[in-house]
């Protein structure tokens, strides 16, 4: 497992990765679907290996899509999926966990 799956204690569950964010509001938790680690972050198949290697190449990707998502509401786990994940470069300055 990878630096960044560590930090953010990423799993692989279901044909996704589940992992969770620290910020000033407390932990969230997050999930990535198996289909935008493989359309977007090149996952070969949705074996969890794989899934997660994917994971931490879009690391980048995946912190912008998370600071995107912190002023929105949740009940449980946020979902991402291919639309979360948009080529335009949007630094924000937000580093991982």
Do not use: H
């Not at 000033?24 to 977007?40: K, M, N, P, T």
């Not at 290996?49 to 949740?74: D, K």
């Amino acid at each position: 497992m990878g630096e960044f799956a560590k930090k953010t204690e990423a799993k692989f569950e279901d044909d996704c990765i589940r992992f969770s964010w620290d910020n000033a509001d407390g932990r969230r938790d997050y999930e990535i679907s198996g289909a935008a680690l493989r359309q977007v972050f090149g996952a070969r198949d949705n074996t969890g290996s794989e899934l997660l290697e994917a994971f931490e190449r879009g690391r980048e990707q995946i912190t912008r899509a998370v600071a995107l998502s912190l002023n929105a509401p949740t009940d449980g786990v946020t979902e991402l999926g291919t639309g979360d994940f948009g080529q335009e470069e949007n630094s924000n300055g937000m580093a991982p966990p």
